[in-house]
């Protein structure tokens, strides 16, 4: 005689039959773990990750620890030149570079809507692993939870936390900057907001507009051989070239000369800019880096930039002054001058 057993209960869905995230992808039950198992886990787990531990034990760092953490909440959630998750890895990476750290670990938190369609996720997923190996940087511990869809098209969030180290004699900062010294940046700009914003409106230029998010800490690993002739290192994410080098002027009451003809901004960045009444030097970046260093050092560190791939359109755009007062002036190609300002707010809407 035999028993047959039933399950109590409704039967779970079987994967194949959820496109799209659910709420109980976030409830701690089945769901959630076929959402570990079968979608991160196997793209960007590794032996700390995939323990499932509540942290992540880290080796004894040899050199200065450096924290720092992020949040991202663009849309949309992928664009030309990038996603949401490319753009989280590279710019929790970049804030370590700054501080003349190496990344050694990120943690990665994904709020995920509800109504999300996995595809996305897996796209998203793929991009961060993809990244996160680009910059040689391990992905160690993480969060997963799923809430309300707060518009038409669901969307997520991602939160991450990046750990550096660095050598004990890197002294970066404003107060290391001097009259004389150099401001060099690694490529073209204005690209990433400008894509966002056609991205996100739909708008159409002759030629696409691509996001140039990358992760420069190969780039600052070349560039910190320099030892103390860098003197500071900024990324110029949101409020662009301008905020930086307003802060560059205020922190150390120096002035700030750039020349707009030594300025790389491509033809369809600048046309795109006109269009949409914004200045280029306002937009973000999201693979750029703006560099102070000492002016007997400014030529060769603008050679081993333009050496590599994130650096081949460099330029050394300006120089800084003991002017007074201490601001930031655009040298035109007509020979005149213009006070450069930060943007009182935020010109565009989200870019990160």
């Known amino acids: 005689m035999t028993t047959e057993v039933t399950s109590i209960g409704p039967t779970p869905p079987r994967e194949a039959e959820i496109p799209r995230i659910v709420r109980a992808h976030g409830g701690g039950g089945e769901l959630m773990g076929r959402l570990i198992r079968d979608h991160l886990l196997p793209v960007i787990g590794n032996d700390?990750?995939?323990?499932?531990?509540?942290?992540?034990?880290?080796?004894?760092?040899?050199?200065?620890?450096?924290?720092?953490?992020?949040?991202?909440?663009?849309?949309p959630l992928t664009f030309p030149g990038g996603d949401i998750g490319r753009l989280a890895v590279c710019g929790t990476v970049n804030d370590l570079a700054m501080m003349g750290a190496r990344p050694v670990a990120l943690s990665l938190a994904m709020i995920l809507e509800e109504g999300l369609p996995m595809a996305t996720l897996d796209w998203i997923v793929a991009s961060i692993s993809a990244a996160a190996d680009e910059a040689g940087v391990r992905i160690v511990t993480g969060d997963t939870k799923v809430v309300e869809s707060s518009g038409r098209t669901p969307g997520m969030t991602i939160?991450?936390?990046?750990?550096?180290?660095?050598?004990?004699?890197?002294?970066?900062?404003?107060?290391?900057?001097?009259?004389?010294?150099?401001?060099?940046?690694?490529?073209?700009?204005?690209?990433?907001?400008?894509?966002?914003?056609?991205?996100?409106?739909?708008?159409?230029?002759?030629?696409?507009?691509?996001?140039?998010?990358a992760p420069l800490n190969g780039l600052v690993a070349e560039i910190m051989r320099f030892g103390d002739a860098i003197r500071?290192?900024?990324?110029?994410?949101?409020?662009?070239?301008?905020?930086?080098?307003?802060?560059?002027?205020?922190?150390?009451?120096?002035?700030?000369?750039?020349?707009?003809?030594?300025?790389?901004?491509?033809?369809?960045?600048?046309?795109?800019?006109?269009?949409?009444?914004?200045?280029?030097?306002?937009?973000?970046?999201?693979?750029?880096?703006?560099?102070?260093?000492?002016?007997?050092?400014?030529?060769?560190?603008?050679?081993?930039?333009?050496?590599?791939?994130?650096?081949?359109?460099?330029?050394?755009?300006?120089r800084v002054t003991d002017s007074c007062p201490a601001v930031v002036e655009l040298l035109t190609t007509v020979g005149g001058r213009r006070i450069v300002q930060r943007p009182y707010g935020e010109e565009l809407p989200r870019i990160c």
């Open 48 to 75: 700390c990750l995939s323990a499932l531990g509540d942290g992540a034990v880290l080796p004894v760092l040899d050199g200065v620890p450096v924290m720092t953490t992020d949040g991202f909440v663009v849309q």
């Open 159 to 213: 939160t991450t936390a990046g750990i550096g180290v660095r050598a004990p004699s890197v002294n970066l900062g404003p107060g290391q900057i001097r009259p004389g010294d150099r401001v060099l940046i690694n490529g073209t700009l204005a690209e990433h907001g400008l894509a966002i914003m056609a991205a996100r409106e739909g708008l159409e230029f002759e030629t696409e507009l691509t996001s140039d998010a």
């Open 232 to 318: 500071f290192l900024r990324d110029p994410t949101r409020g662009g070239l301008a905020n930086v080098l307003a802060d560059v002027a205020e922190e150390t009451g120096l002035g700030v000369e750039i020349e707009e003809s030594a300025l790389p901004i491509r033809r369809s960045a600048r046309h795109a800019a006109e269009l949409l009444g914004l200045d280029p030097l306002t937009v973000a970046n999201e693979g750029k880096c703006v560099i102070v260093v000492a002016e007997d050092a400014a030529e060769e560190a603008l050679a081993v930039c333009r050496q590599h791939r994130y650096g081949r359109d460099a330029a050394v755009i300006g």
